[in-house]
């Protein structure tokens, strides 16, 4: 069966699920504001670490004018002992079954992960990191990111299929989208 995908004019797929702090996350109560909206491995993958850390650095340039929501292949238990716990800007999820990745078409690919493993020194900086540990924590391990940027309107505008292990949206992407007047108007 062909994975499906959304492209970008596409509805987002509305979503009602619990985040690891308690509260419940429903993407049709961000209607009105813009979103970005990025699925990661599971949580003790350490180049989604080194990502979501950076994400978290960066939050503060646009987080007026865009909401960020993250998605775990990780049951809510794990992404709060390895990652929440940090008190990031912003959401997390965990999707342990899978079901948002389904929605949005977020792939896997064995090729995809060694491709990802080659890229040493991200590999590197990654296992480096502040308390850093890896544990077993669910989730696929050729599961391979994807990144979402939802209009106010609740459509897609970008919709990113990563390649390999690391293949995020770049931040000058994120920026440029956050910049743009109708998003400043709409958050």
């Known amino acids: 069966m062909a994975r499906k995908i959304v492209r970008p004019g596409d509805p987002a797929p509305d979503f009602d ?4 702090d308690g509260t419940r996350v429903r993407l049709s109560d961000y209607r009105g504001a813009p979103v970005l909206l990025s699925f990661y491995r599971y949580v003790t993958c350490p180049v989604c670490n080194l990502r979501i850390q950076q994400l978290a650095q960066q939050h503060e340039r646009f987080s ?8 775990f292949e990780s049951p ?3 992404i709060h002992e390895y990652v929440a716990r940090r008190g990031l800007p912003f959401p997390l999820i965990g ?3 899978g079901r948002l990745y389904a929605r949005y078409g977020v792939k896997r690919s064995w090729l995809g992960m060694l491709l990802g493993m080659l890229r ?3 590999v590197l900086e990654a296992t480096r990191a ?10 696929h391990m050729n599961r391979v990111p994807a990144d979402f940027l939802i209009g106010a309107d609740g459509t897609i505008e970008v919709a990113h299929y990563g390649s390999e292990l690391y293949d995020h949206l770049p ?4 920026d440029a989208f956050a910049a743009r007047p109708e998003t400043a108007a709409g958050a």
């Open 130 to 139: 502040r308390d850093y540990t890896f544990q077993w924590s669910g989730g």
């Open 64 to 71: 007026q004018r865009l909401n960020v929501l993250a998605v």
């Open 95 to 97: 999707d342990p079954d």
């Open 120 to 122: 040493l020194p991200t």
């Open 76 to 78: 809510n238990e794990f």
């Open 171 to 174: 931040f000058r992407d994120i």
């Open 17 to 20: 699920v619990q985040a690891v």
